[in-house]
């Protein structure tokens, strides 16, 4: 799978480390260090150490085999990293900017509170996934879902995109109140609160979706069984009315 | 639909000194004071004003004072007036009720009902005019034990970060958006002065800050706003906001109206959208998770700085802190439920949450019994009045404290509690140019400055008088401590005799 990868092959300054059960300490520290010399690392046989990839800067990237603990990607700031296996919870916890792909499933709370990056995710995702995603000014946060969502998918969100391919769970996007989440028009959407609108796609939605579904297919094309890129026609997406939900809460 | 509500304050004005000049008018962003229609005289409507002082403080002739609106309740100590007017307002908007500042309501106050030993003849006192005295503090986890090379006198041990204050006092987190960036500034150049810390808030750091990193404690709450890299690492020491004794439970809404461009741009967020701070983070659900976004922290910033936790001082305070401590929390900072804050529902303000005395005694109790102590740090705030309520505090087991509102005060708060409205007469908790100008940051930290100093001396003073030169020999020293007026389990939570004992 790694030798598919184009800027991974290109790069001639890589190293690779192996973890196995290295407390997440020692093993985050030789990161670093690697990261301090070489450009592209590949981490093996990693057991769940938590925090890989935290706060990393533009310019590294890890390519992750094994699983990958929680919080993976939290803070990240412009690198990329592609687990090929499953990841846990919280990656790109509040992340500002860069790549995480996931060659697998995740866990919950994937992307709470990020500001910047991408997610792409090939299979299902957990809980309150995308939770208090917030954008600013040309930071536009993105999580794409091949599979299906688990419950509270988008919930508190101030900003970005996401795009779910698969089904969404209960109480999908409670207290949204900016961003856009693009579903698939056969999801019964019924359960879905007042403050939220449905709506058809505009053309710039159009330009996102294909945007972000060629790059899912760039990612994981190969590796999923007959996949195809779903037809444009089949989105809708989930706005919310207002960016101030709770301004008649109050009594001043 | 009629307005039932009264007004709460009555403009007095003294016609025989009033000149009409008209500084009242200017004062008063609420639009109290007013010239009528003859265009000389100035007339107040009463009913808008929140009895900040601005305008009592700035008339020339001291021709205006502010009294209580003259009507009388009913008779009733049960349907106060209070009660009926909170009704008529959620009668009438259908709202939750919204306040700020710490509860006025009549709690005990328990620092009111601690009195400090002196010495008398046995181990005499110490004069600090002309003795050393130590009020220096350092704030981190210490390790269990010290390897020193004797030969050499070095630490051979790893120690962890410290915070290193010349003042047993810092301030607490005040937000850009709560309150001005004046504000912020103040707290900022006192803190430097005076060798101390001031709290970003959750708001973000202004980039008009950055330069005071090495003074600043930068929080991230569950709305994580500002949060990156960058701004991690602008900073002496990283604190988890759980929570806050104002609002214990609840997370933060700050209103789309307050957030301005250069709010906007600090928690970077779109302009104008509700800034919403979740009540719990959402990723975490226990000590455990509590854990993970230390370490998560800490290996954000490579275990270059101690990361604190803030919660609202609560029943199961000992508990949790016992759980924070095991967390890898440096520092534990318990906030009481007399704490101030920007805006709170006036229910919760007022009805949720222990006292700070109550909640550091049984604190700094559990993690001794637990001898785990020493692994942590303990801040309290919530609310410290005076230097007596620090040497109490710092008795009944407390590092060192934390003060917002005291703060706020010196630099013109006149606590009406009208902060929600942002329309702050004395330039604090808005964001109108007109009104945060009245600010100046240099002059507001000299009074900042002036205040901790006096403090301290203070504090010094106590000290000596009790034969003790260091803050050291006075951390949970409960013996400088007798209660008065408490009951048995009182005294038995405060850990502390009664007086005559």
């Keep these: 799978m790694l030798e598919n990868k184009k800027h991974f092959v290109c790069d001639n300054n890589k190293e690779e480390l192996t973890l196995g059960t290295l407390h997440f300490q020692e093993a985050n520290e030789l990161i670093r260090q690697k990261l301090a010399k070489c450009s592209s690392l590949i981490l093996r046989n990693v057991f769940a150490q938590r925090y890989i990839g935290c706060a990393m800067p533009m310019g590294k990237s890890i390519y992750v085999f094994g699983t990958p603990g929680n919080d993976m990607a939290a803070y990240m700031d412009g690198g990329s990293i592609e687990v090929f296996g499953n990841a846990q919870d919280q990656i790109g916890n509040t992340m500002n900017d860069g790549v995480v792909v996931i060659h697998g499933r995740c866990g919950d709370a994937a992307g709470y509170a990020m500001r910047g990056g991408t997610i792409f995710i090939r299979d299902d995702c957990g809980w309150r996934v995308g939770i208090n995603m917030k954008q600013y000014q040309d930071k536009c946060p993105t999580i794409v879902i091949g599979g299906n969502a688990g419950n509270f998918l988008g919930e508190y969100m101030a900003g970005g995109i996401i795009l779910l391919l698969g089904k969404a769970g209960s109480y999908l996007a409670t207290g949204m109140h900016g961003g856009v989440i693009y579903l698939r028009k056969n999801i019964d959407l019924s359960g879905i609160t007042d403050d939220l609108s449905i709506c058809p796609l505009d053309d710039s939605d159009e330009t996102k979706i294909t945007g972000l579904l060629n790059s899912y297919s760039e990612n994981f094309g190969d590796e999923l069984d007959k996949f195809t890129l779903p037809d444009i026609e089949e989105f809708v997406k989930i706005i919310p009315k207002s960016a101030r939900p709770y301004a008649n809460m109050y009594a001043n | ?501």
């Design chain 2, 1 to 501: 639909m009629l307005d039932h509500s009264l007004p709460k304050y009555r403009v007095y004005r003294d016609l025989e000194e009033c000149s009409n000049c008209g500084v009242c008018i200017h004062s008063c962003s609420n639009g109290v004071h007013y010239k009528s229609a003859d265009g000389v005289a100035i007339k107040a409507d009463h009913k808008k004003c929140v009895n900040c002082l601005r305008c009592v403080v700035m008339c020339p002739e001291n021709a205006l004072a502010i009294t209580e609106w003259p009507q009388v309740g009913v008779g009733s100590s049960n349907w106060t007036l209070g009660y009926m007017q909170d009704i008529a307002k959620q009668a009438q908007t259908g709202a939750v009720l919204l306040s700020s500042m710490g509860t006025p309501n009549s709690y005990p106050v328990y620092w009111d009902h601690l009195l400090l030993n002196a010495s008398q003849v046995t181990n005499p006192s110490i004069d600090p005019l002309r003795e050393p005295m130590e009020t220096r503090v350092f704030l981190g986890s210490r390790p269990n034990m010290l390897k020193i090379n004797e030969r050499q006198r070095k630490v051979v041990s790893k120690m962890p970060p410290q915070l290193k204050m010349n003042v047993p006092v810092m301030f607490s987190a005040m937000s850009f958006g709560s309150v001005s960036l004046n504000t912020q500034k103040a707290l900022a150049m006192a803190a430097r002065e005076l060798g101390t810390f001031f709290n970003s808030g959750e708001g973000g750091l202004h980039r008009d800050l950055e330069d005071y990193s090495d003074n600043t404690i930068v929080q991230v709450a569950s709305g994580r706003f500002g949060v990156d890299p960058h701004y991690l690492n602008n900073a002496a020491a990283i604190e988890i906001k759980i929570g806050q004794g104002a609002k214990p439970g609840i997370g933060g809404h700050l209103p789309g109206e307050k957030v301005t461009a250069e709010v906007s741009g600090t928690r970077m967020i779109p302009q104008g959208s509700d800034a919403i701070s979740p009540a719990p983070h959402h990723d975490i659900y226990s000590i455990e998770d509590l854990r993970q976004l230390i370490f998560s922290l800490k290996e954000a910033t490579l275990y270059k700085k101690p990361v604190l936790v803030k919660i609202a001082a609560v029943h199961n305070a000992a508990a949790i802190a016992s759980g924070m401590a095991r967390a890898g929390a440096d520092i534990i900072v318990i906030d009481g439920f007399r704490g101030g804050t920007g805006a709170a529902p006036k229910r919760i303000r007022d009805n949720v949450g222990i006292p700070i005395e109550l909640a550091l005694a049984a604190v700094d109790q559990r993690l001794r019994d637990e001898s785990i102590r020493s692994t942590v740090s303990l801040v309290v705030s919530g609310s410290i009045r005076s230097s007596a309520d620090i040497v109490r505090a710092i008795a009944l087991g407390a590092d060192a404290v934390s003060i917002g509102s005291a703060a706020l005060i010196a630099v013109g708060c006149h606590q009406c509690g009208d902060c929600y409205r942002g329309r702050c007469n004395w330039g604090i908790a808005t964001q109108d140019p007109n009104l945060t100008r009245r600010l100046h940051p240099e002059s507001a930290a000299k009074r900042i400055v002036n205040l901790v100093r006096g403090w301290n001396k203070e504090i010094e003073e106590m000290m000596g008088g009790m034969g003790i030169n260091s803050i050291d020999s006075l951390r949970g020293n409960r013996y400088m401590l007798r209660g008065v007026g408490l009951n048995k389990k009182e005294l038995e939570i405060l850990g502390v005799k009664h007086a005559g004992e």
